[in-house]
């Protein structure tokens, strides 16, 4: 378990460092950016290992029907992520897409998976993403961007319909079936 919570904080804090210490990470340029990327797969590599070993503790048994919630929710997380990067005309209306995204992302989890370690992690991150936003917000302001049109959100669609798949398969290959929750 200390591996999964130090991986979450590593994650945290190589994002945060950023907007809680600019002074400290201004003078690093471009070296600083390649820093981050190693610590951040260090913590994705942390999380993952120490997740998978972690003993199941339950604190709370979902309720019937959040598998469909959640993959329902899942769709909508990709979709919100995605739309930063497709640049369309939905980009426009969300500030922090990616942000926003991954704590739908988290939440979505929160309500399927009710053990300890599932709360470090999917809580801690989806912690971290509201943090981020609100540091985010407190220290930019939003010139709301240019729309590259609805084709550019029609192809974020299909991305997400893809990614979705791929997703759901690597769930079901590392024993986690998304489809066979809480579906009572």
Not at 12 to 29: D, E, I, M
Not at 73 to 79: G, T
Not at 129 to 134: D, G, K, L, M, T
Not at 157 to 174: N, Q, S
């Amino acid at each position: 378990m200390l591996l999964l919570i130090c991986g979450v904080a590593l994650w945290s804090a190589a994002h945060l460092f950023k907007r809680v210490a600019p002074g400290l990470r201004a003078p690093l340029g471009n070296a600083g950016k390649g820093v981050a990327a190693l610590l951040l797969v260090a913590s994705v590599v942390m999380m993952v290992v120490g997740y998978r070993q972690a003993d199941f503790i339950s604190i709370y048994t979902p309720a019937p029907g959040m598998g469909h919630a959640n993959n329902l929710l899942m769709l909508f997380a990709l979709i919100i992520f995605g739309a930063g990067m497709a640049k369309g005309w939905l980009w426009t209306k969300i500030r922090h897409p990616m942000l926003y995204g991954f704590a739908l992302w988290a939440f979505a989890h929160l309500l399927v998976n009710g053990d300890v370690a599932s709360l470090i992690l999917f809580g801690g991150l989806g912690a971290w993403a509201v943090a981020e936003v609100v540091l985010i917000n407190k220290q930019t302001d939003w010139v709301r961007p240019v729309s590259g049109g609805p084709k550019r959100d029609l192809a974020l669609v299909g991305v997400v319909l893809v990614m979705y798949g791929l997703i759901a398969l690597v769930h079901i290959w590392t024993g986690h079936n998304p489809f066979a929750g809480t579906y009572a």
